[in-house]
């Protein structure tokens, strides 16, 4: 595959999170966690995209999110939970996706907040219509995507890279 190819990055925020006495690498999905994670995962399906990777942090509530989202794809992607999602900076993300294979194409990665929203906005060098927008007056909500795309290797990824071309929230 060529690294001119075209690749599309979803980022997607974990779903709501209880807030039980355990720490917060071990807290499990609210109620309406476990009800929105299936939704966001039809809203992934809608998307079109045949992930050929997700990345899901170790967080309880990252990996019972992809859980439940997961089902709703029409195939499984390759999964590889990433230690490095937890609580990264948004320079650790980028340099999370700087080690993506150039075989992938289209990335899934299910993480949090403030990342997911940092990274979206610091690669998003261009956005179709409202997209920004509505992303940066929602705040990135869970259980939200984006989605963005690019062109070039993972290892030329950085600020203002790509298009922000999709945002999606389950609660509008």
């Known amino acids: 595959m060529s690294v001119d190819t075209p690749r599309r990055i979803v980022l997607l925020r974990h779903a709501k999170a209880d807030w039980p006495q355990v720490s917060d690498h071990e807290r499990p999905l609210a109620e309406r966690g476990r009800s929105d ?7 992934l399906a809608e998307t079109g995209i045949g992930f050929d990777l997700a990345l ?4 309880v509530r ?6 439940l989202a ?7 992607p390759r999964t590889v939970y990433e230690d490095r999602l937890y609580e990264a900076s948004l320079g650790e993300l980028i340099a999370l996706l700087n080690d993506v294979p150039d075989e992938v194409s289209d990335l899934l990665v299910i993480g949090h907040n403030p990342g ?8 998003a060098g261009r956005a179709e219509g409202d997209t920004a927008t509505r ?8 259980s939200a ?11 030329s990824v950085e600020h203002d890279v790509g298009s922000l071309v999709g945002f999606w929230t389950p609660h509008d």
């Open 70 to 76: 997961v089902q709703e794809l029409p195939e499984r």
């Open 56 to 59: 899901c942090s170790t967080a």
């Open 135 to 142: 992303m940066n007056r929602s705040g990135f909500p869970t």
């Open 62 to 67: 990252t990996r019972e999110t992809w859980k």
């Open 116 to 123: 997911m929203h940092a990274l979206a906005d610091a690669l």
């Open 37 to 43: 994670a299936p939704v966001a995962g039809r809203k």
């Open 145 to 155: 995507f984006a989605v963005l795309t690019f062109d070039g290797s993972w290892k």
